[in-house]
């Protein structure tokens, strides 16, 4: 039995739910540890460039010569991937080159999830009992909470707040609408490595030219070296985060999947705090515990 097997014997099933829990959290993990990577040491929009550069040319000999050829009805669908995930990522570079990382962040990911919440419904059908809202209520007061209180202490230069929050809340609604059509784009196709490696070729075509251009208009480029390092290290965290999350989605309720990677925004908290030395205090340890805490009551309740 090959591994794509496997998974689709799982769907459906109390133990694809558990693998879909475990992708769903790794993802959270790995996600915020890619935003941060692209807000790091270097320009958003050449992190973003070298990291899509980097797993696009990984993805392309695997989609091209080893997983089976997508299906001809697959070629529409990852046309709208590629103009989605495009709309993102222009979206959350222009919002990280306005904003904090931590405000930023957690507004993208606290619009996100309600929407695709509502998605899943209204494709896939799926619905949240009246404790699962609860769970969901909790989770964005702690996301919004957090983002509120960075932006209300740890902002420093707010001559750019205004849009770099307008930013993060169309980021967020271009996140729920690609981890919805993401899930249909994945459900849609027999083999799931099929959409994963044709995703990440396709996806990986756009923002290098971008990022090349923006490169050499700079004064004071940054070294090419330490650049490409980021984006290789970038695209072994997308292909292990976003194709966990896609995973996720076909095994288990989009919903639920999305609510719980949601989690990231801890992790963000703690990237901020232990890596890009941003302050943490008790107020914020209590925030990202009602996050927690919401995602512990959704997935439990259901």
Same mark, same amino acid.
């Given at each position: 039995?090959?591994?794509?097997?496997?998974?689709?014997?799982?769907?459906?099933?109390?133990?694809? !739910?558990?693998?879909?829990? $475990?992708?769903?959290?790794?993802?959270?993990?790995?996600?915020?540890?890619?935003?941060?990577?692209?807000?790091?040491? !270097?320009?958003?929009?050449?992190?973003?460039?070298?990291?899509?550069?980097?797993?696009?040319?990984?993805?392309?000999?695997?989609?091209?010569?080893?997983?089976?050829?997508?299906?001809?009805?697959?070629?529409?669908?990852?046309? %709208?991937?590629?103009?989605?995930?495009?709309?993102?990522?222009?979206?959350?570079?222009?919002?990280?080159?306005?904003?904090?990382?931590?405000?930023?962040?957690?507004? $993208?990911?606290?619009?996100? =999830?309600?929407?695709?919440?509502? *998605?899943?419904?209204?494709?896939?059908?799926?619905?949240?009992?009246?404790?699962?809202?609860?769970? $969901?209520?909790?989770?964005?007061?702690?996301?919004?909470?957090?983002?509120?209180?960075?932006?209300?202490?740890?902002?420093?230069?707010?001559?750019?707040?205004?849009?770099?929050? %307008?930013?993060?809340?169309?980021? %967020?609604?271009?996140?729920?609408?690609?981890?919805?059509?993401?899930?249909?784009?994945?459900?849609?196709?027999?083999?799931?490595?099929?959409?994963?490696?044709?995703?990440?070729?396709?996806?990986?075509?756009?923002?290098?030219?971008?990022?090349?251009?923006?490169?050499?208009?700079?004064?004071?480029?940054?070294?090419?070296? =330490?650049?490409?390092?980021?984006?290789?290290?970038?695209?072994?965290?997308?292909?292990?985060?976003? %194709?966990?999350?896609?995973?996720?989605?076909?095994?288990?309720?989009?919903?639920?999947?999305?609510?719980?990677?949601?989690?990231?925004?801890?992790?963000?908290?703690?990237?901020?705090?232990?890596?890009?030395?941003?302050?943490? *205090?008790?107020?914020?340890?209590?925030?990202?515990?009602?996050?927690?805490?919401?995602?512990?009551?959704?997935?439990?309740?259901?």
């Amino acid at each position: 039995m090959t591994l794509s097997d496997w998974l689709i014997s799982l769907e459906g099933t109390a133990k694809g !739910h558990q693998v879909a829990l $475990v992708l769903a959290l790794m993802a959270a993990l790995l996600h915020a540890v890619f935003g941060a990577l692209q807000k790091g040491r !270097h320009d958003p929009w050449l992190s973003r460039g070298a990291i899509d550069a980097s797993y696009g040319l990984m993805a392309a000999p695997i989609a091209l010569f080893v997983v089976p050829w997508p299906e001809p009805h697959m070629w529409p669908i990852f046309g %709208g991937v590629f103009v989605i995930h495009l709309c993102y990522k222009l979206l959350q570079a222009f919002a990280y080159s306005k904003g904090a990382y931590t405000v930023v962040y957690p507004v $993208v990911r606290g619009t996100g =999830p309600l929407f695709t919440v509502l *998605g899943a419904y209204l494709i896939f059908g799926e619905t949240f009992n009246a404790v699962q809202w609860i769970g $969901v209520l909790v989770l964005l007061s702690g996301i919004f909470g957090l983002a509120l209180y960075n932006f209300l202490y740890l902002e420093s230069d707010r001559s750019t707040l205004v849009p770099a929050l %307008g930013l993060a809340i169309a980021t %967020g609604l271009f996140v729920a609408l690609y981890t919805t059509y993401d899930a249909y784009g994945i459900r849609a196709t027999a083999d799931p490595f099929t959409f994963l490696a044709w995703f990440f070729f396709i996806d990986g075509l756009a923002i290098p030219p971008i990022a090349f251009m923006r490169y050499r208009r700079m004064l004071n480029p940054p070294a090419l070296a =330490p650049l490409a390092m980021r984006g290789i290290l970038g695209a072994f965290i997308a292909f292990a985060s976003f %194709g966990s999350i896609m995973l996720a989605t076909r095994l288990d309720k989009v919903g639920e999947a999305a609510i719980l990677r949601e989690t990231s925004t801890v992790f963000a908290a703690l990237i901020g705090w232990l890596v890009l030395k941003e302050t943490v *205090g008790p107020r914020r340890i209590a925030l990202m515990a009602l996050i927690a805490l919401g995602a512990v009551i959704v997935e439990f309740a259901g």
